[in-house]
């Protein structure tokens, strides 16, 4: 059902095509496709393809630029609908979130939080290129329960360590929960840097922050 819509939400992606991805994310509203299966069954799988272009040398960074602009237009439109389907509304506890310092691909990150939100959290976006200080310092100003961090980038997701490990410095680790993410993060990673909670997609990364505040 609605795969020829899901092909031009894809299409619209690889066309780096603002316009067209924000129409098709508005009928997909209309007709009633809940808005998170239109991101991954649709803009995602064009965004992948886009990335997979690039990663092979076939694709350019100008592609790469408006595939991502063609992603937030799509996903400007689909967030309301995402948070007006949020059903829980008690307050599961504070999450501070971010992409980390060096790093500005917020797709994902926005997603995330936005999921987090919906689910029952109060998530202060921190947005991208998040310096260690930045973060540390917004968890202790609003008493956060969990850190999350984001990172799209080999040469960013060290920096998701050195939170935990400034954490530990400052004698801060045993206050915040640390939950990880980003395409690049693996199981090995987050055993490897002792994070608290790790997931690869947005609706796990509810999952993880539940468990993380004993809500499930
Ligand atoms: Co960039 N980029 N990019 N990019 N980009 C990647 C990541 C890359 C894999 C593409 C490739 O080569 N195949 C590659 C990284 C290679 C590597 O490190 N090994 C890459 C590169 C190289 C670069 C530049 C260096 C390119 C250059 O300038 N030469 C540059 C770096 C800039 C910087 O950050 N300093 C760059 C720039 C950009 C754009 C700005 C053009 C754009 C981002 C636009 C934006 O965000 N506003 C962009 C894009 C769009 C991508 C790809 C194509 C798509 C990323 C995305 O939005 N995915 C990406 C290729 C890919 O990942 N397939 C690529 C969709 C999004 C929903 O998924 O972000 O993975 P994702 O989030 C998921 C999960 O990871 C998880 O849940 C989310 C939802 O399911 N998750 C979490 C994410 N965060 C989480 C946190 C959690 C839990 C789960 O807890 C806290």
Redo the contacts with the bound molecule.
Sequence with gaps: MHEELFKKMVQSIVDGDSDASTELAKESITIGIPPLQAITDGF?IG??T???A??RGEAF?PE??M??EA??AAIAVLNPELKKQGTERRMLGKVV?ATVE????????T??GTMLNSSGFEVFDLGVDASPDKIIGKAIEVNADII???A?????MVKQKEVIETLEKEGLRGRFKV??????ITRDWFKSIKADGY????I??VKIAKQLVGAE
């Design positions: 995602v965004v992948n886009v990335g997979d690039f990663g960074l790469l630029v595939a991502g992603m937030k979130l060096g790093d500005i691909h917020e797709i994902g990150k997603l995330v999350g961090m984001s799209l980038l080999t040469t960013t939950m990880i993410g980003g395409a690049p997931s690869e997609d947005a796990g990364a």
